[in-house]
Structures are given as structure tokens and as C-alpha cells.
């Protein structure tokens, strides 16, 4: 980001630095209306900046506006000559019902080059897809990327234990969902939940009985 900010005087590249932070702690906070604030801002200082495309396209498609996201995500594309928000342009296409532009841009020559964490989101983002499209076997299949058999990918696991599940497949879909939780070291699933449920153990359960105890200690 730095780097990019250069392009702009000291005192124009800090305040839009500082924009960009913003942006950033605000989205960890989902407090997406004042994170789209500060991204506006920040573009309307530094408009030809792809990180601030990049981050005024990110608060877009955590507000669901996949749309605008997509277009930003271009600019970004077409003004950095970057290719790593192709998994994201295409999960923009999913949500706007275009099923087809998305598996073709994900089947691009551009998408086969990305590098190994951006191949594994395009594939997440594939497989859902697939299952949206009724094709949960082609879902499971494009999730088989080597990445899987790797343990530090709870999200990946997480998805293909998902779709196993969805084909009824529950004792391997129990052992994803464990894989996934097991690698999870930053909580980014509730692969935990997933796994309490297929053992027929909910929170709401764990609940009631710490309220029975207490009833009965009192």
C-alpha cells in the first residue's frame, strides 16, 4: 500500500492511509456504513490508488452491494494488472445470479495462475456454485484441489465437509467438519457447532443443563 501511496503528495498519502486503517478496523468490527465512509473517502482522494479501489470494493461486498464490488474489483484489475481478486469477481458474479460469467472467468487462463491461497477461495468459491446450480458431485470435485489434504485450510475442508454433507455422505462430512475444526486456530467457521450437531449435541442443549445443575445446587 505504501508503495501505491507514493503516487500522491506526503500529506494527501497519509490522510488517505489513514482512511484505508479505517477502513480496515471497521469492516473487523462489521460496522460497514462508517468503514463505506472512509472508503469513499479515501477514493475520492486518491481514485487512481488500487488499494483504495481494492478496500471501497471489499466494504461493497460485505454490504451484499455485489455490483458495485465487482466494478471496483475491475478497476483495481485493470489499473494494477493484478489478478488476486479474480476469486472474488467471481463470487460477485454468483451473487448476482450470473452462474456462467462466473465458472468462465474462474476456468480463465488468469484464474489457473493464481497463486495457492487465491486458487483455494476461487475453489470454495466454485463449489458453491456448483451446488447452487444442483451439481453437488461437480461441487465436491472442485474442491479436490491439493490444497485439501493441507492442514492449515479450515476453510477448505470446512466446504468439502458442507458438501458432503449435502450428498449425505455424514460419516466422511463428520470427519471434515473435524479436520476443519482442528485446523481452525482463528475461528473462521463454526465447524465446532457443525460437529455438535451431527452428534446430536447443541449449545442450547450444554445450556439447559448447566441450568439444571444450578437448580440443583441451589
Not at 493484478?82 to 467471481?90: A, E, F, Q, Y
Not at 482463528?186 to 439444571?212: F, Q
Request: aromatic share 4%; net charge negative; proline share 3%.
Amino acid at each position: 500500500m505504501h508503495q501505491q501511496l507514493r503516487t500522491l503528495s506526503k500529506e494527501n498519502a497519509e490522510g488517505v492511509a489513514q482512511h484505508l486503517v479505517m477502513v480496515a478496523a471497521l469492516l473487523e468490527a462489521d460496522e460497514i456504513e462508517n468503514a463505506m465512509a472512509h472508503a469513499e473517502t479515501a477514493v475520492r482522494r486518491a481514485g487512481r490508488v488500487p488499494a483504495a479501489r481494492e478496500a471501497l470494493g471489499m466494504v461493497a461486498y460485505r454490504a451484499g452491494d455485489f455490483a458495485r464490488a465487482l466494478g471496483e474489483f475491475r478497476t483495481v484489475r485493470r489499473i494494477s494488472g493484478s489478478d488476486h481478486l479474480i476469486p472474488l469477481m467471481v463470487d460477485c458474479e454468483r451473487g448476482l445470479g450470473r452462474h456462467e460469467r462466473a465458472l468462465d472467468l474462474a476456468q480463465s487462463p488468469e484464474a489457473k495462475r493464481l497463486p495457492k491461497q487465491e486458487r483455494v477461495e476461487l475453489a470454495i468459491v466454485i463449489g458453491g456454485i456448483r451446488r447452487d446450480l444442483g451439481q453437488s458431485d461437480a461441487a465436491l470435485v472442485a474442491l479436490q484441489i491439493p490444497e485439501l489434504k493441507k492442514p492449515n485450510q479450515p476453510r477448505l475442508a470446512y466446504a468439502y465437509a458442507d458438501t458432503l454433507l449435502g450428498l449425505g455422505r455424514v460419516d466422511e462430512a463428520r470427519e471434515w467438519f473435524q479436520r476443519s475444526a482442528d485446523a481452525d486456530e482463528e475461528y473462521e467457521t463454526d465447524a465446532i457447532e457443525r460437529l455438535e450437531e451431527l452428534d446430536g449435541v447443541s449449545t442450547t442443549d450444554l445450556l439447559d443443563g448447566a441450568d439444571e445443575e444450578d437448580e440443583v445446587d441451589e
